[in-house]
Antibody, heavy 120, light 112 residues
């Protein structure tokens, strides 16, 4: 079965960067886009961007342009999302979510989430 | 960006009764070339990631009980739960995937 296993919780200081990983298994890695979605405490869902694992091209929400980097490692079937210049507004649970249909943009399997806390 | 607005923000329904959640998009999410509405619904329970319920506005995801149904087209959509069960208590989100950035509604909290 499809599994997305994310890295553990992180605590970062303002201005720092964080890199969250998402290890995929149970399907053909290069076939499905991977998305990153975040959720601030008690708030709704916010799409951050996607990566095409076949080639590595990305598309990010304008809000995160210049601050977010999405990459993948095909040798380990792992996706990464790095967010820089962190502020308290970036405190959230970060999810990887696989495109259910390969490329359309609705999300099937989700990772369990990685809590990133930004605090001095 | 396409803005998704759900109503109501919260809803209390008796067990066995029907629950209806509305979602409105700021522009049409109907793609004319294939006549598909690029609209999905998710259920999120506390401490869990969201779960896909409905896509293409009305196609139920495999394994989702048939008491869940989606309808609507263009800019106005509805998620219905025909006979509320205790395990349906959750927050429900609509999402458009017509264009990036993909956007979600603010969520509707469903309670008994």
């Amino acid at each position: 079965q499809v599994q997305l296993v994310q890295s553990g919780a992180e605590v970062k200081q303002p201005g720092a960067s964080v890199k969250v990983s998402c290890k995929a298994s149970g399907y053909t890695f290069t076939r499905y886009y991977m998305h990153w979605v975040r959720q601030a405490p008690g708030q709704g869902l916010e799409w951050m961007g996607l990566i095409n694992p076949s080639g590595g091209s990305t598309s990010n929400a304008q809000k995160f342009q210049g601050r977010v980097t999405m990459t993948r490692d095909t040798s380990t079937s792992t996706f990464y999302m790095e967010l820089s210049s962190l502020s308290s507004d970036d405190t959230a649970v970060y999810y990887c979510a696989r495109d259910q249909s390969a490329t359309y943009g609705y999300f099937g399997p989700w990772g369990h989430g990685t809590l990133v806390t930004v605090s001095s | 960006d396409i803005v998704m607005t759900q109503s109501p923000d919260s809803l209390a329904v008796s067990l066995g009764e029907r629950a209806t959640i509305n979602c409105k998009s700021s522009q049409s999410v109907l793609y004319s070339s294939n006549n598909r509405n690029y609209l999905a619904w998710y259920q999120q329970k506390p401490g869990q990631p969201p779960k896909l319920l409905i896509y293409w506005a009305s196609t139920r995801e495999s394994g989702v009980p048939d008491r869940f149904s989606g309808s609507g087209s263009g800019t106005d959509f509805t998620l219905s739960i025909s006979s509320l069960q205790a395990e349906d208590v959750a927050v429900y989100y609509c999402q458009q995937y017509y264009s990036t950035p993909y956007t979600f509604g603010q969520g509707t909290k469903l309670e008994i």
